[in-house]
Nanobody, 128 residues
Framework: QVQLVESGGGLVQAGASLSLRCAASGRTFSSRAVGWFRQGPGKEREFVAAVSWSGSGTLYADSVKDRFTISRDNAANTVSLQMNSLKPEDTAVYYC?????????????????????WGQGTQVTVSS
C-alpha cells in the first residue's frame, strides 16, 4: 500500500549538516503520519522525529530537538529530515516509516509499533 525509500545519508564531519529524504509511493501516504527512527551500532532502534499527516504537528526526541527539523511536502509525496550540528553519536542507520492509521486525528505517534510501513534505511556517519 505504501512504499518508502530513504536517501541523503553519507559521511560528514562533526558540526556539519545533512538532509535526509523519504520518497514515497502509494495513494495514502499523504494521509499518514511519518516518523524517522535510527539504529546505531550495538544500540536499539530509537525514535528521532515525526510529523502528522497534515504537516502541522511535529515531535522530536530530546537528543535532537534543537538540531533536527522534520517537514513534509504531500504534493510531492516526500518527507525530509534536516540535520544540523551533527555529532558522532548521531551515527546510525536512519529509517522512515508511515503510520498504520489513516488520517490520525491527533499528533503523530512515537512508538515504532504504531508504524507498519518502513523504508530500507540510509547510513549516516559522523566523524569527530
Amino acid at each position: 500500500q505504501v512504499q518508502l525509500v530513504e536517501s541523503g545519508g553519507g559521511l560528514v564531519q562533526a558540526g556539519a549538516s545533512l538532509s535526509l529524504r523519504c520518497a514515497a509511493s502509494g495513494r495514502t501516504f499523504s494521509s499518514r503520519a511519518v516518523g524517522w527512527f535510527r539504529q546505531g551500532p550495538g544500540k536499539e532502534r530509537e525514535f528521532v522525529a515525526a510529523v502528522s499527516w497534515s504537516g502541522s504537528g511535529t515531535l522530536y526526541a530530546d537528543s535532537v530537538k534543537d538540531r533536527f527539523t522534520i517537514s513534509r511536502d504531500n504534493a510531492a509525496n516526500t518527507v525530509s529530515l534536516q540535520m544540523n550540528s551533527l555529532k558522532p553519536e548521531d551515527t546510525a542507520v536512519y529509517y522512515c516509516a508511515a503510520d498504520s492509521t489513516y488520517r490520525r486525528a491527533y499528533g503523530p505517534p512515537v512508538r515504532s509499533t504504531e508504524y507498519n510501513y518502513w523504508g530500507q534505511g540510509t547510513q549516516v556517519t559522523v566523524s569527530s
